[in-house]
């Protein structure tokens, strides 16, 4: 992908999320979850941890994080989404959280200035996920780690390309849903250890997942259609049916190497 690209990219994530921003606060993929609740464990967090929080969105993750931390910085790409975050954070009486704009793909902040870095369900939208992954391992410290939740594209092609092309026709936004192998080879390029911590699927409601992304309702047809006239392995294996589908997901960790000296 060119820069030009990647620019245009991004301004249509900002576009995205900026008009829908509220239904993201109360969207249940988002606000809940059993991976939520197995964060703080998977990222190993103690109390004494500074966090950063990439792709925060409306904060769920950040301040699901905070009370397990020191301090937790959540950054995102879209003012909207952040000045819900802000708003969240004071309503609950959270005081070691703060909000950010920033790229996930340059992050500003200093060489190991975190213990920790997640990205929740957002890396789909990233343009380049593996200059995502160079950056979180630029500002770990030794020992730190990355924890990325995210759906994940089947490793057989038609299957992946069914699933991305759906996803890219209901949200332009959309960038691509990675496989895991290909999750391994960003995470073990940016110089950390790879593993798969945890795997799990979602239902998704058809008709709240097209409104979440304030489809138009020409494309919501087409992409009805599509999910009506999927091929046979791609209706097993997303368990379509009339209202709704599978979406698989996963935990992955990336494990910063301690120093020597």
Not at 211 to 223: I, M, Q, Y
Request: one cysteine or more; proline letters at 5%.
């Amino acid at each position: 992908m060119t820069n030009s690209q990647q620019v245009s990219t991004k301004a249509e994530v900002r576009r995205q999320f900026g008009s829908s921003a509220e239904q993201y606060l109360t969207s249940a993929i988002h606000a809940a979850g059993e991976d939520l609740a197995r964060l703080p464990a998977i990222a190993g967090l103690t109390g004494a941890e500074e966090v950063l929080d990439v792709a925060t969105a409306t904060g769920h993750t950040a301040l699901a994080l905070a009370p397990h931390a020191r301090r937790v910085v959540g950054v995102d790409l879209t003012p909207e989404m952040l000045d819900i975050a802000r708003r969240q954070a004071e309503r609950r009486g959270i005081s070691n959280v703060a909000f950010a704009l920033a790229d996930a793909e340059a992050l500003p902040f200093a060489d190991r200035a975190f213990d920790v870095v997640t990205c929740r369900i957002a890396a789909h939208h990233f343009p380049a996920v593996d200059r995502f992954c160079r950056e979180a391992a630029r500002v770990l410290r030794p020992g730190g780690r990355l924890v990325v939740v995210d759906n994940v594209a089947p490793e057989e092609p038609e299957l992946d390309r069914f699933i991305n092309e759906v996803e890219k026709l209901r949200d332009p936004s959309h960038h691509r849903a990675y496989r895991l192998s290909e999750w391994q080879a960003f995470v073990e390029g940016a110089g950390l250890g790879f593993a798969v911590i945890y795997r799990f699927v979602s239902r998704v409601d058809r008709e709240d997942w097209l409104r979440r992304a304030n489809t138009p309702p020409a494309v919501a047809d087409e992409v009805r259609s599509r999910l009506a006239t999927a091929p046979p392995a791609a209706k097993e294996r997303f368990g379509i049916t009339e209202d709704g589908f599978l979406l698989y997901k996963a935990i992955v960790v990336g494990q910063k190497a301690r120093s020597r000296w």
